[in-house]
């Protein structure tokens, strides 16, 4: 099993820690998993808290604090408290100090700096017999976030979500392919890694290709590999990323982009478990189980013959379909965290804090990024940090409007004024205008059925025709 946090809201951490920067990242992770988070910033003030109601299910205890030290708090909670769980907090490598918090009642050790996964295998052994909260419904609501390596979590605080989940262990042991759907950005790599991390495979390796990303003849040899000779600059033979991933998973992303003569050559590997490498005659046989993932409407390729049907009866055998992240608001403010967590550690930056006001707009905004979009504004609002702006810009978004652009021209402009870009934009922008004003005539003005004939949606028709200042 992966390191899941699978926890009540009503899960209560006491960290004791005197560093105010470290109790503030403790503080911004652990709620972020939807714990209950109190701080103290030495052993006397823990030895307090823990005489009073709610009393934590786990304290994180720094070894390493002025007056009281953290091994000595330790003692003092074990006779305060002889079944509180502890789990201890230190630079300190050195095996006798470990061995002392062991022997004195703790639950645990971590080094510090550990990463989140570690901190999350620690919680979820000492919180094994902890209860799920209940929800509004009397039903049993819990928030699962699972590290998957690479920087990458999966999140499950929705219905969808959770049924995904659930779908990714039911699958994840059986070698089939699994067709993986949705929006741009909704996570699809991460649901792929995760049926990965789930398989009997986990130990293997984990590979993917953009089919959207390379021209087809260098995709072809990407995966396949070459001999030499098999074309120009081909000095020595090269293995192909099939070949590198036998025993693995292969994610093929962004599939409904694969051209149309490599769509073949796939069949018969997903088929046969076999290929031939550019120029060579003979055959690779390989074990590799394929994971395919595409935000393309795969059948209305299949109707334009730009998808082999073939191909996706055999890439079918399981599909599973992400919703975009305005299907499932409720898990933004649990990504908000988490990503303000992850960032501000990687960026070696304090994490900044998350308002009701600023978490509200971002539940309220439709995000058409999805996660990447989410992702952007939390570094964006690091390197800025200043809420006001930040809010202030997602309140606009979510009112349909946008910082006031400056008025287009009424004429082309020369084409060396303000270089090549400034041209591309200016062109972009007429054109927009144009397209917009013809459809606004030719529905007289109504803009639902503009906004349908566009192809966008009506609110960003409204701010379109804001920006540019388009009168009737």
């Known amino acids: 099993m992966g390191l899941v946090t699978s926890i009540s809201s009503k899960a209560r951490i006491l960290v004791v820690d005197d560093e105010p920067g ?103 052994h000492s919180l094994a017999s902890h209860a799920v ?26 219905p969808a979500m959770r049924k995904i989940r659930a779908q990714v262990d039911q699958v994840a042991n059986f070698n089939v392919p699994v067709l993986i759907l949705g929006e741009s950005g909704t996570g699809k790599e991460v649901v792929a890694r995760l049926v990965h991390k789930r398989s009997a495979r986990a130990d293997r390796p984990f590979m993917k290709v953009n089919c959207a990303a390379l021209p087809a003849d260098l995709l072809e040899s990407e995966l396949f590999g070459y001999e030499p000779g098999a074309f120009t600059g081909a000095n020595r033979a090269k293995p192909g990323k099939f070949e590198l991933c036998d025993t693995g998973t292969f994610l093929l992303d962004e599939i409904g982009e694969l051209p149309a003569a490599l769509q073949a050559k796939l069949l018969h590997v997903i088929q046969d478990q076999e290929f031939s490498r550019l120029g060579s005659r003979s055959t690779i046989k390989v074990d590799v189980r394929v994971l395919a993932a595409t935000n393309v409407d795969i059948q209305e390729a299949i109707a334009a013959k730009r998808f082999r049907e073939d191909l996706f009866y055999r890439l079918n055998t399981f599909t599973i379909q992400i919703p975009p992240l305005r299907e499932r608001r409720e898990e933004i403010p649990l990504l908000l965290s988490q990503f303000m967590a992850r960032f501000a550690l990687r960026y070696a930056r304090a994490p900044l804090p998350l308002s009701p006001g600023l978490v509200d707009a971002c539940v309220r905004y439709s995000w058409p990024g999805n996660l990447r979009e989410l992702e952007n504004f939390v570094k964006r609002y690091l390197i800025l940090a200043d809420e006001s702006l930040v809010r202030t810009e997602m309140q606009e978004k979510v009112n349909g409007l946008g910082p006031a652009p400056e008025a287009p021209a009424a004429k082309d402009p020369p084409p060396t004024a303000g270089g090549l870009k400034s041209l591309v934009r200016n062109v972009k922008d007429l054109a927009e205008i144009e397209a917009i004003s013809r459809a606004l005539e030719e529905t007289r003005w109504n803009r639902k059925k503009a906004a349908r004939l566009l192809e966008i949606s009506y609110k960003a028709l409204l701010y379109k025709i804001r920006q540019y200042g388009i009168e009737k």
């Open 22 to 124: 470290m109790q503030q990242y403790l503080r911004t992770v652990l709620e972020a998993g939807s714990y209950e988070v109190f701080t103290v910033p030495s052993g006397l003030e823990a030895l307090a808290r823990v005489t009073e109601d709610p009393l934590p299910d786990v304290v994180l205890l720094d070894v390493l604090m002025p007056n009281m030290d953290g091994l000595r708090t330790l003692e003092k909670l074990r006779e305060t408290r002889p079944g509180l769980k502890v789990v201890m907090l230190s630079c300190s490598t050195d095996p006798r100090n470990v061995v002392q918090a062991i022997r004195s009642g703790a639950t645990d050790y971590l080094t510090k700096p550990f990463q989140i996964s570690e901190l999350e295998a620690v919680l979820r």
């Open 133 to 158: 909260s209940s929800g509004a419904d009397g039903e049993a609501t819990k928030v699962e976030i699972e590290d998957i390596g690479g920087d990458q979590f999966f999140v499950a605080a929705s």
